[in-house]
């Protein structure tokens, strides 16, 4: 008897001082351990500096991460502070459910939010408000086979970028070289194997880009512009004359050494260990007269208005992303503050990308712009998505079929 | 209040409250309240909760809802296209999937009913894909339909056929996702058939073969009409399947290409998880709902029809 009244007196300890302790409850979409373990170290120090303050980090799978994120939203349980793809971010920022953390950031000793890229803070600004903070802005590069273009006695991309010789037009040129040194393989892979599908966008915003279109810019669809239709053209031609781009409907994964390129961010880099072939890394080839248009694929932390402890979730947010907190993340998340960019730690310091590797990185986060963003992106996805479809058909008419999805998205842009 | 209590007992001439019928009442509600308050949280609030949202323009990320009637029904009804040409979708995967399903189930319960040596080694063969996971099964199969260099396309080299790009034409598309569907799910019928087939007694046919019946005309005359309850227990099951089928499409084709795919389940999905418009996506299911139940209606009025 004795022995349940202590178990009970020690559980309603226990319970008050847990209803005593503030607890910050923090939604991100990484389940790997070396990323947990950097968050809650930069986690400590916080809780360090505020006694009382707990803080949690929740798992929730990338798959369905915006999704859930969402159904917490409208349950009215959402965490005080969240990863936010780029994507989601202007959906939720016109929701106005998120927290302006000016204030905060500004009042937070040292943080400096001029040290943030223009281009990097683009998505996550409304006016002059903050409404997220990005932790990763990752470029887009070219991961390449070096094996199968030794194979085919080719310079690698890295070799042809730094004679300034990587655009548009070389890259066609050695995807042909490259398949008939190769039989049965292919010279190129869409981001993810899934360019014809739900990377749809990410596999043509590289080459529009390089051509100095993009896919919609200041409410008006880009797709129909002429340098849209030429670099289309030329990956569609690839895609069904050249035959050196995995078709639709096939699979042919770089990382399997079915391919000997694709498109991929630094994060995919831990992946190339298990590859089993020599590799490198590349800037996306430039426009065919040497225009650079790199794309950034970001994420940020945002604060939730709803949490009942905003203010502290803000600081929090301060203290991860202060000068101390985007250096340690940026082990594995590239930075987007002009200072941890041109850092020794950040250059030469990356187990898996060699200096020079990470020097092409910084380059991308220094010129490069966010991938396409906007509030309705669920639904313009889903209509250019048929239009898409009805494009990578061999027999497509490709500027056609790019007036068809301007058609179909201009009125939601 | 003795008095009165015996006074009212006398009145009502002494009929105790928990009579039997009473008790027999009151033990059986409670039998089924488990059930039946699973029911109530579970079906009817949620049936009745999507009636209110159907009614509403509900903004899922801030929380704003306002009531609007029967616009959601009128836009799927009146004003938008899309939903003409996913409800186009599912009534050809439905019409492609269920009679070939039936079809197909009823000939291997037939081949598998009577027992022969290894008879439990098919039945497993063709019940396996039903237990199996629906997202591995799709995964394996978008693989297998591979345009170039997938299984299927190989194999049909092998005999000079230049297999089309299975899952990129919408045609093509939607024989696929049937025939894959119908490969994955035909043992669950296959089953409900050997049980009622094993449940015809053997006289009949034996009866109608003294008389001089062929075989055919004993499946026709005899066999046939005695599955008819179980005939349409699977055609109403299968039905209402084919109208809920999701995580196949999902996986196989996400809808694509060119909508050809898009089917209702996944365009409810579609509206109320990706748009986050609940309201619209809300309407939608009590179209499906209505749409499922009318189709059932016929299928057991038919039924009995025939049955008369």
Sequence with gaps: ?????????????????????????????????????????????????????????????????????????????????????????????????????????????????????????????????????????????????????????????????????????????????????NPGKYAFEFKDGEGYASRMTHALLPPIRAYGGDLWENGQCGLESPGAVKAVQQIHDMVFKDKTIVPPGTQGDYFSGDSAMTVNQISRASKMKEAGFDWGVAPLPTGPNGEEGPVIGQAGFVVFEASPNKELAAELVAQMTDKEGVAALAQFFPPARRSVLTSDAFLNKNQYLSPEMMGFVAAGIEKGRVVAAHERVPQILAAMKPRVDALWRPDADVAKSLQGVCAAIQPLL | MTSSLSHRSGAQARAPWLTLQRRDAIEGWLFVSPTLLGFLIFFLGPLIAIFIYAMSDWNFLSGEATFVGLTNFEDALLENPDFWHVLRNSAVFALGLVPLNVALALFLAVALSRPFRGVIIFRTIFFAPVITSAIAWAIVWKFMLQGEGGPINQML???????????REPNWAMAAVIVTRVIKMVGLNMILYIAALQAIPRDYDEAAGLEGASRWQI??????????????????????????????????????????????????????????????????????????????LIQVSLRRKDDA
Excluded: C
Excluded at chain 2, 226 to 242: A, C, R, Y
């Design chain 2, 157 to 167: 080299a092998l005999i000079g056929i230049t297999g089309p790009n299975w899952l």
């Design chain 1, 1 to 181: 008897m004795k022995g349940i009244f202590t178990l009970t007196a020690s559980a309603m300890v226990l319970m008050a001082a847990q209803a005593s302790a503030q607890d910050l409850r923090v939604a991100v979409y990484t389940s790997s351990e070396p990323h947990l373990k950097l968050l809650n170290q930069l986690a400590d120090g916080f809780k360090a500096s505020h006694p009382g303050v707990n803080v949690r980090f929740e798992t929730i799978p990338v798959a369905d991460y915006t999704q859930k994120l969402s159904f917490q939203v409208a349950g009215g349980k959402a965490p005080d502070v969240a990863w936010m793809m780029e994507d989601a971010a202007p959906a939720f920022i016109e929701a106005n459910i998120l927290m302006d953390l000016t204030p905060v950031l500004q009042a937070f000793p040292n943080y400096d939010l001029a040290d943030f890229t223009d281009p990097a803070m683009a998505l996550w600004r409304k006016g002059d408000q903050v409404y997220g903070v990005p932790f990763s802005t990752s470029p887009f590069l070219i991961y390449y086979n070096k094996a199968m273009f030794d194979k085919a006695g080719l310079e690698d991309p890295k070799q042809l970028a730094e004679k300034g010789e990587w655009n548009m037009t070389k890259f066609q040129e050695v995807s042909k070289q490259l398949v008939a040194a």
């Design chain 2, 219 to 296: 499946f026709r005359l005899i066999t046939w009409p005695l599955l008819g309850p179980t005939t349409l227990v699977i055609v109403v099951l299968t039905t209402i399947g084919s109208f809920k089928v999701f995580d196949h499409i999902y996986q196989m084709t996400g809808g694509g290409p060119e909508n050809g795919t898009l089917v209702l389940a996944f365009y409810i999905y579609q509206q109320g998880f990706q748009f986050f418009d609940i309201g619209y996506a809300s309407a939608l299911a009590i179209i499906m709902f209505v749409i499922v139940t009318i189709l059932t």
